[in-house]
DNA sequence: TTGTAAGCGTTATCAA
DNA sequence: TTGATAACGCTTACAA
């Protein structure tokens, strides 16, 4: 049997006092001698004491940590967009003295006992389990109907980091889809381009509606938008993208918007194995941090850019929000207007 | 005021029974009549009753969460390399009822409470706090001898996910650069390569040295290595790399080994510009998983590929062990023996 | 300035 | 089969 570690009894025992003083001690009270304070820390010190935070949190209500919820599986932790909004989440929850706690949706149910399901669904409403003092989602799915009543009845806040759902009753950061989409099509309105093709994912999905409306907006009356709709998570695989990005030259677009920068890259070593001159034959536009292994390429892919750390710390900011009662709200990701890169050009 | 989320007391008074009963019948216990048990689940099913995983935990000793603590900052979530192993892990330690407790290093002292560092360090000995059955230490960082102290005391089984660290007295999954070099070298000298180039990270850190080594060993006797260090995290930054890979290419090495595959892209694009051709004047072999962005490359970047993911379980397979009280030992990973690509050329 | 004691929500032991 | 009761480690009125 190994010692049990030492606790705020240990230490008042050793000391002579109470585990009331010592907790007073150790929290920095006024009301405890100088003296007192002294034999405590020293105590504690000795005994390579550390405060149970599991039992502080049982008692004082809250645990300081937040769930995370990645709706579509831990892929999401090395993604180029979600990873580094989680990032920029982690690093200012822990700056404020928070830590974050992830959830993921399970793969296979466990059903060796029988009562599991009822400690834990592997859901969404997990975040219920009296553990985080709030959630933040990220993902796509919208929730059912059951999982929002569990939720809100919980009293957990929540904050939606969702490409363009609208989930009532909840905080959300938007990802702006509609709007980097407009400013995408009014730079290429303004280079001439009337034929524009748009790399997207899920026909009728509302990401895909809503970035084909914004770059429809942006264009202008009169311009033709050519949707390609990409029907699989996986959006990077060349065997996948041939035969679209061959159907979409066919309708000799002078531009094409891509959603996601590493497809983009992709699409670029495509056209280049088709002739396709970029930017002379073709414009190329997308959106998000440059993918790292794509720094030195030439011509370099335009980018309409997003600081995405300062967006986790833009979704922690509503997490505070929501665990000091103010009321929920909705933002959205700020997309630099600027396009920086050299895959754009005259028609 | 929000009313209360429903306690095991809560139901107890609804359904005339006691805690305890109400426990018992939730948990599946078959101590209680089948009359009773049905009338405390519709209760509590009613109620939107869900346990407190906090509570429990206090007192059964154990939570059920495993500490992730990134050594270098919250960046590693988004790196090919950390963040595939972590999406691994966490996918791992789901499926056996297990959440992952993300901890980073803490970027700025909070100093406006003094008793503050009493409780949170944001430190490596966090770990400590009380919270976690177990944790993952990622990251190269060598821990100090305090924390090390911190650590075995606690009690808390710890896996180190670590470049080549060997840190006594807790479990390992070593990345296993020896070996992964030692493949790389045979190969090359398979195809008459006698003078290949090394780019790697940090002169004299343990991952050079090893690396160095394996490819040496290799490589056989007689056979001339060409050692590059950039002495920075930034692996991919052009401005860091043209002036590098100048020096190397007046060495006219016929072959490069690239520690990192987003770093290969990068070359690959330099070596473009200058007139190199690959792999006809340079072959090129890299290692990890293909960054997705990279797919559809002519020629395509050969790579010793590692199944990061199941890295990921390997090392819950760690954690594991650790909580059931077996023996610390060290892994390492495997890295596949057939290079797949195309940069590979006779020499 | 310190001690006492209740309680956070749960589980587990012992009686009844 | 169920009820009482004592923990788990910590915080915090309230009393002394």
Not at 143 to 166: C, I
Not at 182 to 192: E, K, M, P, Y
Not at 238 to 263: C, F, M, T
Not at 321 to 342: I, M
Request: aromatic content about 4%; proline content about 7%; hydrophobic content about 40%.
């Amino acid at each position: 049997m190994p010692p049990r570690r030492p606790t705020i009894l240990t230490i008042a025992q050793a000391c002579g006092v109470t585990d009331g003083t010592v907790s007073r001690a150790l929290r920095g009270d006024p009301r405890v001698r100088a003296a007192t304070r002294e034999r405590v820390l020293a105590a504690a010190q000795r005994l390579g004491y550390r405060p149970d935070l599991a039992a502080r949190a049982l008692k004082q209500g809250r645990s300081g940590l937040i769930g995370v919820f990645c709706d579509s599986g831990p892929w999401m932790l090395h993604n180029g967009y979600f990873g580094r909004l989680l990032a920029g989440l982690a690093a200012a929850a822990e700056a404020d003295g928070r830590r974050l706690m992830l959830y993921l949706p399970k793969v296979e149910a466990r059903s060796d006992n029988p009562a599991h399901d009822q400690v834990s669904l592997g859901g969404l409403s997990d975040l219920a389990d009296g553990r985080v003092d709030a959630g933040v989602v990220v993902g796509g799915h919208p929730p059912s109907a059951a999982d929002q009543r569990a939720l809100r009845q919980s009293g957990v806040p929540l904050v939606w980091l969702s490409p363009n759902e609208a989930v009532p009753g909840f905080s959300q950061l938007l990802s702006g889809s509609l709007e980097r989409s407009r400013q995408a099509g009014r730079i290429l309105a303004a280079l001439g381009h009337r034929r524009v093709g748009f790399f997207g994912l899920f026909k009728d999905s509302r990401f895909q509606r809503s970035s084909l409306k914004g770059l429809r907006e942006g264009l202008g009356p009169g311009a033709k938008v050519l949707e390609v709709a990409l029907e699989h998570w996986d959006l990077t695989d060349p065997l996948r993208l041939e035969p679209l990005l061959d159907a979409l030259l066919k309708q000799s677009p002078s531009a094409v918007v891509i959603a996601n920068a590493d497809q983009a890259s992709v699409l670029q070593d495509l056209l280049q194995q088709r002739g396709v001159r970029v930017p002379k034959d073709l414009s190329l536009l997308s959106f998000g941090p440059r993918p790292s292994g794509q720094r030195a390429r030439q011509p370099l892919l335009s980018l309409l850019d997003c600081a995405l750390d300062q967006g986790g710390a833009l979704a922690y900011q509503l997490v505070r929000e929501g665990l000091e009662g103010r009321p929920v709200r909705s933002l959205t990701l700020e997309w630099s207007a600027q396009p920086q890169g050299t895959t754009l050009a005259k028609v």
